[in-house]
C-alpha cells in the first residue's frame, strides 16, 4: 500500500494556520480556547473541515475549512489495493518522516491512521497504510481528475500538511470519513449516545451486570471473547472486586453513518491492588430497530488531551518520526 500498494489519504490543506506574532516562543494571551479537535472530511465534497468536539450539549466549532483530493476510486474502501479511501473513524498514529520515499508523491511528512480499525475488521474490510500526508509535487493537485488521485489515501499541499500536524498528534488526533460532512456528528443522535454512554458507565461503577451487560450487542466481541464469555468474565471481576472505584472525565461522542465512538479518560483501581488510567474507546452501533448497542471496546495508555488554540492555531507542535515502512 504504499507506495506500490499504500492507499493514502492525501488531504490539502489552506496555508492559513500560522498567524501573525504567534510562535511557541510568543504565544497568545487572550482569547484561548480548550477543547478535543478532529478532522470531518467529506469524499463527495472533496474538503475537510478542522472541528472542536465538545460535549454534547455545545455546538462544535469549525475551525478551519480545506480542500482534499481521495482516491482514485470512487466508494467505500473494500480490499486491499482497490484505490478507493476508506470510511470511518481512525486514530493517528506517530508521524511519519517519508523524506526516504518518493518526493514527487509523498512529501516530506506523513500521518498514518490506525486501518485497519476493529470495525473495519469486523466489516471484513482489507487493507493497511492509510495516511494523511504531502502531495509530493503540488502540481498533482492542479489535474483534472477532480480530486481523484490517490491509491486510496488524501493530499495536502506540501506546506498545509506541515501545518497540521499540530492539530493531529500522535495518539491524539481523531479523524472521520464520510461521503458527506453533514453526515458526521448530527446533533440528532449525540445527546442519546451520550446519555447510553454514562448509563453504561455508571452500571458498571455500581456493578449492576444486568443494566451494564443490557448496553451490549448480540455481536459483541473483544480479545477473543464473544457477549457471552464477556459477559461470565466481567461477572467474576464484579464478585472478586469487593472495593472498586471507576471514574470517567472528558467523554465526547463521534457519530459516523456506519457506527459511532464514544471515547473518554477512564481510572479503574480495584481492591486498591489493580488500577488502570488511561483511554476507553467504545464503538456503538445501531441494531435492525435503530436501538445502539456496543460492538467493540479497546483500551490504551494514552489519555485524551483537549488542545489549547487561539484564532484556529494549537498551542504546541508535533515533530515528525523516522519510521520504517513495511
Same mark, same amino acid.
Given at each position: 500500500?504504499?507506495?506500490?500498494?499504500?492507499?493514502?489519504?492525501?488531504?490539502?490543506?489552506?496555508?492559513?494556520?500560522?498567524?501573525?506574532?504567534?510562535?511557541?516562543?510568543?504565544?497568545?494571551?487572550?482569547?484561548?480556547?480548550?477543547?478535543?479537535?478532529?478532522?470531518?472530511?467529506?469524499?463527495?465534497?472533496?474538503?475537510?473541515?478542522?472541528?472542536?468536539?465538545?460535549?454534547?450539549?455545545?455546538?462544535?466549532?469549525?475551525?478551519?475549512?480545506?480542500?482534499?483530493?481521495?482516491?482514485?476510486?470512487?466508494?467505500?474502501?473494500?480490499?486491499?489495493?482497490?484505490?478507493?479511501?476508506?470510511?470511518?473513524?481512525?486514530?493517528?498514529?506517530?508521524?511519519?518522516?517519508?523524506?526516504?520515499?518518493?518526493?514527487?508523491?509523498?512529501?516530506?511528512? @506523513?500521518?498514518?491512521?490506525?486501518?485497519?480499525?476493529?470495525?473495519?475488521?469486523?466489516?471484513?474490510?482489507?487493507?493497511?497504510?492509510? /495516511?494523511?500526508?504531502?502531495?509530493?509535487?503540488?502540481?498533482?493537485?492542479?489535474?483534472?481528475?477532480?480530486?481523484?488521485?490517490?491509491?486510496?489515501?488524501?493530499?495536502?499541499?506540501?506546506?498545509?500538511?506541515?501545518?497540521?500536524?499540530? /492539530?493531529?498528534?500522535?495518539?491524539?488526533?481523531?479523524?472521520?470519513?464520510?461521503?458527506?460532512?453533514?453526515?458526521?456528528?448530527?446533533?440528532?443522535?449525540?445527546?442519546?449516545?451520550?446519555?447510553?454512554?454514562?448509563? /453504561?458507565?455508571?452500571? /458498571?461503577?455500581?456493578?449492576?451486570? @444486568?443494566?451494564?451487560?443490557? +448496553?451490549?450487542?448480540?455481536?459483541?466481541?473483544?480479545?477473543?471473547?464473544?457477549?457471552?464469555?464477556?459477559? @461470565?468474565? %466481567? %461477572?467474576?471481576?464484579?464478585?472478586?472486586?469487593?472495593?472498586?472505584?471507576?471514574?470517567?472525565?472528558?467523554?465526547?461522542?463521534?457519530? +459516523?453513518?456506519?457506527?459511532?465512538?464514544?471515547?473518554?479518560?477512564?481510572?479503574?483501581?480495584?481492591?486498591?491492588?489493580?488500577?488502570?488510567?488511561?483511554? %476507553?474507546?467504545?464503538?456503538?452501533? %445501531?441494531?435492525?430497530?435503530?436501538?445502539?448497542?456496543?460492538?467493540?471496546?479497546?483500551?490504551?495508555?494514552?489519555?485524551?488531551?483537549?488542545?489549547?488554540?487561539?484564532?484556529?492555531?494549537?498551542?504546541?507542535?508535533?515533530?515528525?518520526?523516522?519510521?520504517?515502512?513495511?
Amino acid at each position: 500500500m504504499y507506495p506500490s500498494s499504500l492507499s493514502c489519504m492525501l488531504f490539502f490543506f489552506l496555508a492559513g494556520l500560522s498567524f501573525p506574532g504567534f510562535s511557541k516562543e510568543n504565544p497568545p494571551q487572550k482569547n484561548l480556547y480548550q477543547e478535543i479537535i478532529y478532522v470531518a472530511v467529506s469524499k463527495t465534497e472533496r474538503k475537510a473541515e478542522l472541528r472542536t468536539l465538545p460535549p454534547a450539549s455545545e455546538p462544535s466549532r469549525v475551525l478551519h475549512t480545506f480542500p482534499i483530493a481521495i482516491g482514485k476510486k470512487l466508494g467505500d474502501k473494500e480490499k486491499s489495493g482497490d484505490f478507493k479511501t476508506p470510511e470511518g473513524i481512525y486514530f493517528t498514529g506517530p508521524h511519519l518522516d517519508t523524506s526516504r520515499l518518493s518526493q514527487i508523491e509523498y512529501g516530506t511528512r @506523513a500521518i498514518p491512521l490506525d486501518f485497519p480499525n476493529l470495525m473495519d475488521r469486523r466489516f471484513n474490510v482489507t487493507g493497511y497504510g492509510i /495516511w494523511l500526508h504531502g502531495a509530493g509535487d503540488n502540481k498533482r493537485m492542479e489535474s483534472d481528475q477532480e480530486g481523484l488521485v490517490t491509491r486510496g489515501c488524501v493530499v495536502y499541499s506540501n506546506e498545509d500538511l506541515l501545518s497540521l500536524l499540530p /492539530w493531529l498528534p500522535p495518539h491524539q488526533g481523531i479523524v472521520s470519513i464520510s461521503e458527506r460532512l453533514d453526515q458526521i456528528n448530527p446533533t440528532t443522535d449525540q445527546k442519546e449516545l451520550e446519555s447510553l454512554t454514562q448509563n /453504561w458507565f455508571t452500571a /458498571w461503577a455500581k456493578k449492576d451486570h @444486568a443494566t451494564y451487560m443490557s +448496553h451490549y450487542s448480540p455481536d459483541f466481541s473483544m480479545e477473543g471473547k464473544d457477549k457471552k464469555s464477556f459477559a @461470565a468474565y %466481567k %461477572k467474576s471481576l464484579f464478585a472478586r472486586y469487593h472495593k472498586m472505584s471507576l471514574v470517567m472525565d472528558t467523554l465526547r461522542v463521534l457519530i +459516523h453513518p456506519k457506527y459511532a465512538v464514544a471515547m473518554m479518560n477512564q481510572y479503574f483501581s480495584g481492591n486498591k491492588t489493580f488500577t488502570a488510567d488511561g483511554r %476507553k474507546i467504545v464503538y456503538w452501533q %445501531k441494531n435492525a430497530e435503530g436501538k445502539w448497542l456496543i460492538t467493540g471496546e479497546t483500551f490504551g495508555t494514552k489519555r485524551f488531551e483537549p488542545m489549547q488554540y487561539s484564532l484556529g492555531q494549537p498551542m504546541a507542535s508535533q515533530e515528525g518520526k523516522k519510521e520504517t515502512r513495511e
